[in-house]
């Protein structure tokens, strides 16, 4: 986990600790770059507004870190295109004067479908870091999930508010590594595991590498390698993974299972194949996405992988919770995943954008989140989440996704 930022006159010394070696040191920005005067929360309308702020704010390599993608940014992009592609299909003269969108979500019941999706090193965008994330969700009962690389000890942060937290797990080389946290996930109050799936080695996130960072960075890696600007950049993604297990597998599911009695959700699932495989191997729930676009560029869109379920297993949905994050800016962006059958979706980046503000800034973004999905509710003439079904899109836009794909067969699994 992330140790802390401690600021002097030289700048910002931040101090990661990833199991099983020793807090490392990186100097991650400059006099010279550190945060502008940032625009007045009141004038804080969207998401959009949030993401603007912080790249006006952050310090370079701080919003190079949390706004970077893989190579080309192409999924990154197509996560928030590929929404814009669905139509609303509005059905009128409903009484909607009374509306309801609460809901359970891994046996947990929840004032509206979204949580904030597990994001690293928090602190960097405010002093607070996670801390303000957790007291900006508790206010609405937003669930949030704590990063393996979070800014602060997990106990910290679930003890400073009354709220559901989720744990998310990159799996260790060093497996006990990995036990431990489970066990301090359960001892504190955790009431699911997101087991991140989507990233067995780095992704190449060129904006986070170009952005040199100040001093040398110590990975944080068995052998003690180290990860200057050399000809990998300075990635502060890069450096961070050092620690993840290439080796997880399907069969490793029983370990999992073995060390903790969570609910478990695979993160980062992005076809039908494997989908019918968490099926199979018992699993809890799945969260489709593609980790914000930052591990495999050109892999589908968020929302594509959702439908790709509808067109070719459709069954899973009776079987299994089904999640979504990527790409999620809009309340309609939520009314259109969950008219596909997600039960809730997640929000990652602009929750460490609306967290610059600290909790108040993430009070807004939910609240910003909520009048518009209210909003969207009412002029779709639904009054409950039992309501929305495919129906109520237009798809003719993006129904050739699902050219070439036919029903799973088992020989493909």
């Not at 409903?94 to 602190?123: C, N, W």
């Not at 930052?294 to 949905?317: A, K």
């Amino acid at each position: 986990m992330i140790g802390y930022i401690a600021k002097d006159g030289s700048g910002s010394s931040l101090k990661i600790s990833l199991p099983p070696t020793e807090p490392v040191e990186l100097t991650t920005a400059s006099p010279k770059d550190q945060p502008k005067g940032r625009r007045p929360l009141q004038t804080i309308i969207s998401t959009h507004d949030f993401e603007e702020a912080a790249s006006e704010n952050l310090s370079a390599k701080a919003w190079a870190f949390f706004s970077s993608a893989a190579t080309d940014c192409i999924t990154k992009r197509a996560n928030e295109a590929y929404f814009d592609r669905i139509w609303l299909r509005p059905r009128i003269m409903k009484d909607v004067k009374e509306i309801r969108y609460d809901t359970k979500m891994l046996g947990v019941s929840i004032p509206m479908p979204l949580f904030a999706s597990p994001t690293a090193m928090a602190k960097l965008t405010h002093q607070d870091g996670e801390l303000a994330i957790a007291k900006g969700c508790s206010k609405f009962g937003i669930p949030q999930t704590i990063s393996t690389n979070a800014s602060f000890p997990m106990a910290e942060i679930t003890s400073s508010v009354d709220n559901t937290f989720f744990f998310q797990l990159y799996v260790n080389k060093d497996r006990t590594a990995s036990e431990k946290l489970l066990r301090q996930a359960e001892a504190c109050g955790m009431r699911a595991v997101f087991l991140t799936v989507d990233q067995p080695t780095p992704g190449k996130r060129e904006a986070d590498e170009r952005v040199k960072a100040e001093g040398t960075v110590l990975a944080p890696t068995p052998n003690g390698a180290t990860a200057s600007n050399d000809k990998k950049g300075s990635s502060l993604g890069r450096t961070m993974a050092g620690f993840i297990d290439p080796t997880l597998n399907w069969e490793d599911i029983k370990w999992i299972r073995k060390s903790t009695k969570l609910p478990l959700v695979l993160k980062g699932v992005q076809t039908a194949e494997d989908v019918i495989l968490a099926v199979k191997y018992g699993i809890d729930g799945v969260l489709l996405g593609n980790h914000g676009g930052r591990s495999l560029d050109t892999s589908p869109p968020s929302i594509m992988i959702l439908l790709e379920l509808h067109q070719t297993c459709p069954d899973v949905f009776n079987h299994i919770e089904i999640f979504l994050d990527g790409g999620i800016r809009r309340g309609t962006d939520m009314f259109k995943a969950l008219c596909l059958g997600a039960r809730a979706v997640g929000m990652g980046r602009h929750f460490l954008y609306a967290a610059n503000y600290g909790s108040e800034g993430v009070e807004q973004l939910i609240e910003i989140m909520q009048d518009e999905f209210e909003t969207t509710m009412r002029m779709m003439g639904c009054t409950d989440l039992s309501q929305l079904h495919p129906g109520l899109l237009n798809l003719c836009d993006v129904e050739h996704w699902g050219n070439g794909l036919r029903p799973v067969s088992k020989s493909k699994l």
